[in-house]
Structures are given as structure tokens and as C-alpha cells.
């Protein structure tokens, strides 16, 4: 079941998904209108019905690698390297 909100002028909407036993939810932020996110939670609900619907869509992940290789590698030294390696893969985990 979808839920949605809204958070100053645009709206959310919220999808639970069951995931290694437990609930977990995919949520989009950024609709001018409570119907387009209702679009959004309808396609969402039909993945999920479907089983093709994950929790693990990787953007956040390869957004942060682009923005780590681009801006901060040159620039620091190894431990700290690893630390954002580190980062990266608890983001793909999620």
C-alpha cells in the first residue's frame, strides 16, 4: 500500500516493500502533484505485485562513486581513500 504527502509545495509518495523478511520502503520526493505521484506509487505497486520491483536501484551508489572520482580522490590520501570505498559499499548494500 502507498502513502503520500506533502512536503512544501511538492509530494511524496512512500511504497513498503518486503525485503529478507522485513518491510522496508522505496520512497520519490519532487511531484508538483498528488497525482503524479499517485502515477509513480501505481507503477511501483505493480512491479511489486509483478516481482520486479528492488529496493537496491543503485542511483544514490553510482551517483556518489561519479562525485568521489570527479572531485574528491585527487585530492586525499590513502586511508582516507578507504574510508569512501567503504561508503560506497555500504550503499550498494542498501
Known sequence: MAS???RGTNWTASV???LDGSFKKKTKSGFKTKREAT???I???NKKIN???S???G???EMFDEWYAIFKEPLLETQTKGWYR???KILRKE
Open 59 to 61: 542511483i544514490i551508489a
Open 39 to 41: 502515477n509513480w506509487a
Open 86 to 88: 567503504l561508503v560506497s
Open 4 to 6: 503520500f504527502y506533502k
Open 43 to 45: 507503477e511501483m505497486e
Open 55 to 57: 529496493k537496491r536501484d
Open 51 to 53: 516481482d520486479t520491483l
Open 16 to 18: 513498503s516493500i518486503k
